[in-house]
C-alpha cells in the first residue's frame, strides 16, 4: 500500500531488493572458504622467491580459486558498497555519482587484477 505521492515519486519496494540481498549473502558464503584457503596458502608460501610464485599460480587450480576470488570479492564489494551508498547518501546527485564511481571502480581493479592473474598464469 503506497500513497499517491509515493508513487509518483517512485518510492517504495522496487522488488529487486531480495536478489540483491542473495547475491550479497551467496558471495559472502562463497568468499569464507575462499579466504581461508588464500590466507593458509600465502601464509605456506612465505618467503617464496618470485618464481616458486608463479609457478604456483600457474598451476590450474590455482588459478581457478585465485579467478573465483577475485570474482566475488569484487562482486561482493560492490554489492557491499552499493547498499552503504544508498542506505547513507541522501543527496540525489552525490548518491548516482557515487555508484557510478563504484561500478567503475570495482569493475576497473577488478578486471586489472583477473587479467593480471592470467596473464601471470598464461605467461607473458
Not at 56 to 85: A, D, E, M, R
Not at 90 to 114: E, N
Amino acid at each position: 500500500m503506497r500513497t499517491d505521492l509515493g508513487k509518483v515519486r517512485g518510492l517504495g519496494s522496487a522488488k529487486g531488493g531480495t536478489s540483491h540481498w542473495w547475491a550479497q549473502r551467496v558471495t559472502a558464503i562463497g568468499l569464507v572458504p575462499l579466504t581461508v584457503w588464500f590466507i593458509v596458502s600465502l601464509a605456506a608460501l612465505t618467503g617464496a622467491d618470485h618464481p616458486t610464485m608463479v609457478a604456483w599460480i600457474s598451476n590450474p587450480f590455482v588459478t581457478v580459486l585465485l579467478s573465483l576470488f577475485i570474482i566475488s570479492g569484487f562482486y561482493h564489494l560492490k554489492l557491499g558498497g552499493q547498499v552503504i551508498i544508498e542506505d547513507y547518501v541522501h543527496q540525489d546527485g552525490v548518491k548516482l555519482v557515487s555508484l557510478l564511481l563504484l561500478k567503475f571502480a570495482t569493475l576497473a581493479v577488478g578486471l586489472a587484477s583477473f587479467v593480471a592473474l592470467l596473464k601471470i598464469s598464461f605467461g607473458s
